[in-house]
């Protein structure tokens, strides 16, 4: 199972970034897809999650700002990400999961620099 992710860059705060993952190999059904973030010196924390169904979760410092959406078809998670300030700058992480009969499985891809100046 491979998670390719990509968008992250630098940009202006106020601006906007797309951050997209794709999830490729033998997978199974996924449940969960979601990104995560690691600023320097600080725990990784979730930023925002979709489940199969849709129903979606965020950290409440990005709500109202960021969009997360799916594409079930091409296993591929997206993060709109708009309003951007400085704070929101770390290394982006898409984490996928699958429930199983043994339990939860994740899957991590290799993170994505996201830079916000001011």
């Known amino acids: 199972v491979q998670l390719q992710a990509s968008g992250g860059g630098l940009v202006q705060a106020g601006g906007s970034l797309r951050l997209s993952c794709a999830a490729s190999g033998s997978i199974g059904n996924i449940n969960g897809m979601g990104w995560y973030r690691q600023a320097p010196g600080k725990q990784r924390e979730l930023v925002a999650m979709i489940t199969s169904s849709g129903s979606t979760d965020y950290v409440d410092s990005v709500k109202g700002r960021f969009t997360i959406s799916r594409d079930n078809a091409k296993n591929t998670v997206y993060l709109l990400m708009s309003s951007l300030r400085p704070e929101d700058t770390a290394v982006y992480f898409c984490?996928?999961?699958?429930?199983?009969?043994?339990?939860?499985?994740?899957?991590w891809g290799q993170g994505t620099q996201v830079t916000v100046s001011s």
């Open positions: 984490n996928v999961y699958v429930v199983g009969w043994s339990g939860r499985q994740d899957y």
